[in-house]
């Protein structure tokens, strides 16, 4: 079982001032390994098909939505499952001490979507973007070593640190985060970028309501 994790929004609290009202957290899980390569080797093909040069990376946030749409179609036949976390971060819901901090409002992010998961994951090789927020990283890392040493059921097997740009399910995981946010949001194509991966959906949770 592999799990790929990324984020889409910002920890930071100062909405007014530009921080994102939301931050999601994708967990996308592939059981059977021989499924992710084919996805994988499927969205390496992607680029080329567009015109771009190998190497292009694909973030939901800066693609166009042209490029949105190639991607999300052409993942859409594959087997693959994912749940997601909404961090609202909206200061008349959220409140508590932990969540004045980045640090704890990671950590807290991070395990509510793994609790959620934990029914569904057994033997996990859990991957993560390298190149991602280094307070991210850490903390998440952090958090899943701890969830290895007190799970005698062996929820997760290995934790890696993989750059995005060799990884294109990371690339996947980053999409899967950028639908969930601009979905929460109800922006334009929220809708029409979500059909693709509905049906894939085990859990997103919103919080606090």
Known sequence: MLVFIDESGDVGLKIKEGSSRFFVISLVVFEDHKEAEACDKRISLIARELGY??????HFKDNSHKIRLAFLEAVAPYDFFYFGFVLDKNPQKLWGKGFKFKESLYKSTCSYVFENAKPYLRDAIVIIDKSGKRVFRSQ??????KRINDEPNAIIKKVKMQPDRGNSLLQLADYVAGVINRHAQGKKFSDEYRRFIAAKEINVQIWPK
């Open 53 to 58: 040069n190998q190497g292009f990376i694909f």
């Open 140 to 145: 998440l890392a952090t958090y899943l070593k």
